[in-house]
């Protein structure tokens, strides 16, 4: 597809986006400012991304260290400007967490204490703080990462290990981050959403060391629940960057 495509697709579907955000804003009586998109650019070309950065994205994620390396030493529009900034919402292996450290302004996806460990020594010797999320498994499926927080027994054990974040001096912990189960109805995710907003409320009662303001949550299929729910940041790829919109 010649360059000028992309750029008229990424443009139509971000206004389309941004819309849409608006909207379930407003319905929420939530300010447009209380939620960043995130554009997902995994697989995508550089020209795609390009593209967004030209449309005035700047948040930017990928899922794994891999693309976020190729994407962060890629030339493109934004050397010569402000950089985007760079979310990694992938899991990491505990290996790679100096390398992540590297190439991430902010990690969503840390899904274990020993992660958070790694991550925080390695931040350490970077001589940075790097702000982090955590990853929640809300619903308990086997083939999702993230701390356990289906059962109340399974939230009390994560809450013991959320506590022992507050030792980790060079990870800023600023929320949660979840991914919805994969379902037919946008609805079908919102007591995914309402659950993890309800695990910050008592994060912020029990562990008042960070304000576990942001939550992460809500993609193509679902955005727009989740910010019915409270999400702060959504993580949007397909709707950005498809040929077909998805509404
Ligand atoms: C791919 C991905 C997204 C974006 O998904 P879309 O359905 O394309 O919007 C969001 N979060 C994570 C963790 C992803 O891997």
Same mark, same amino acid.
């Given at each position: 597809?010649?360059?000028?495509?992309?750029?008229?697709?990424?443009?139509?579907?971000?206004? *389309?986006?941004?819309? +849409?955000?608006? !909207? %379930?804003?407003?319905? =929420? /009586? #939530?300010?447009?400012?209380?939620?960043?998109?995130?554009?997902?650019?995994?697989?995508?070309?550089?020209a795609e991304v390009e593209a967004a950065y030209a449309c005035g994205l700047?948040?930017?994620?990928?899922?794994?260290?891999?693309?976020?390396?190729?994407?962060?030493?890629?030339?493109?529009?934004?050397?010569?400007?402000?950089?985007?900034?760079?979310?990694?919402?992938?899991?990491?292996?505990?290996?790679?967490?100096?390398?992540?450290?590297?190439?991430?302004?902010?990690?969503?996806?840390?899904?274990?204490? *020993?992660?958070?460990? +790694?991550?925080? !020594? %390695?931040?350490?010797? =970077? /001589? #940075?703080?790097?702000?982090?999320?955590?990853?929640?498994?809300?619903?308990?499926?086997?083939?999702?990462?993230?701390?356990?927080?289906?059962?109340?027994?399974?939230?009390?054990?994560?809450?013991?290990e959320a506590a022992q974040l507050e030792g980790f001096a060079h990870l800023?912990?600023?929320?949660?981050?979840?991914?919805?189960?994969?379902?037919?109805?946008?609805?079908?995710?919102?007591?995914?959403?309402?659950?993890?907003?309800?695990?910050?409320?008592?994060?912020?009662?029990?562990?008042?060391?960070?304000?576990?303001?942001?939550?992460?949550?809500?993609?193509?299929?679902?955005?727009?629940?989740?910010?019915?729910?409270?999400?702060?940041?959504?993580?949007?790829?397909?709707?950005?960057?498809?040929?077909?919109?998805?509404?």
């Open positions: 597809m010649a360059p000028d495509e992309v750029c008229l697709r990424i443009r139509a579907n971000l206004e *389309r986006i941004e819309g +849409r955000i608006l !909207r %379930a804003c407003d319905r =929420a /009586g #939530r300010a447009r400012g209380e939620v960043t998109l995130v554009g997902v650019t995994k697989t995508r070309s550089p700047r948040h930017l994620g990928e899922n794994r260290v891999e693309e976020l390396e190729a994407r962060r030493s890629a030339p493109g529009p934004w050397l010569a400007q402000e950089p985007p900034t760079w979310h990694m919402i992938g899991h990491i292996q505990s290996r790679k967490a100096a390398r992540a450290v590297a190439v991430s302004d902010r990690i969503h996806s840390v899904d274990s204490l *020993r992660l958070a460990q +790694r991550l925080d !020594r %390695a931040a350490a010797e =970077a /001589g #940075r703080v790097l702000p982090v999320l955590l990853e929640i498994n809300v619903s308990g499926e086997a083939s999702k990462y993230g701390f356990d927080a289906s059962t109340p027994a399974a939230e009390d054990a994560l809450l013991a800023e912990v600023q929320g949660l981050m979840t991914m919805a189960p994969v379902v037919a109805e946008p609805e079908q995710a919102r007591p995914v959403f309402a659950r993890l907003r309800l695990l910050r409320e008592r994060l912020r009662r029990e562990l008042p060391f960070s304000t576990w303001r942001e939550l992460s949550m809500g993609m193509t299929d679902d955005f727009e629940v989740a910010i019915q729910e409270g999400a702060t940041l959504v993580r949007i790829g397909r709707a950005i960057f498809a040929p077909q919109i998805h509404e």
